[in-house]
């Protein structure tokens, strides 16, 4: 997941800014490929920009590293107020139970 964010969000700003200027989505990606590939052509450039992308990259994995752990932390403590074990059923509830479940009153059954 961490490697698809930046390329879903370079392709998504990508468009988003290709219908500002009033382009395609086509277009814009076009020029999106091109600009790729001139730029990534070189070692050179492609060295500056892994420099200067990589703590971008990795400020990403630690800021959602955090969340998924906080996230696991919020379920572990919801989970001991939702799943609270309760008591078994008193006589008297589970006579309520079957009476409230009946199809008909009772005082209309004859044995």
């Known amino acids: 997941m961490v490697v698809g964010l930046p390329v879903v969000a370079v392709v998504g700003g990508s468009i988003k800014l290709g219908q500002a200027v009033r382009l395609s989505w086509w277009a814009s990606l076009t020029l ?8 990534l052509k070189s070692p050179e450039r492609r060295a500056v920009l892994g ?6 990259v990795e400020t990403l994995g630690e ?3 955090d969340a998924a752990a906080r ?5 572990q403590q919801l989970k001991a107020t939702m799943f ?7 006589a008297k509830q589970q006579v309520a139970t079957v009476l ?3 199809p008909m009153p ?3 059954v004859r044995s």
């Open 32 to 39: 999106l490929g091109v600009a790729g590939y001139a730029v």
């Open 51 to 56: 420099r200067s992308l990589w703590p971008v």
């Open 63 to 65: 800021a959602m590293a």
């Open 71 to 75: 996230e696991e932390a919020g379920v």
């Open 84 to 90: 609270m074990p309760c008591s078994p059923p008193t």
């Open 100 to 102: 409230a479940r009946a």
């Open 106 to 108: 009772l005082s209309l």
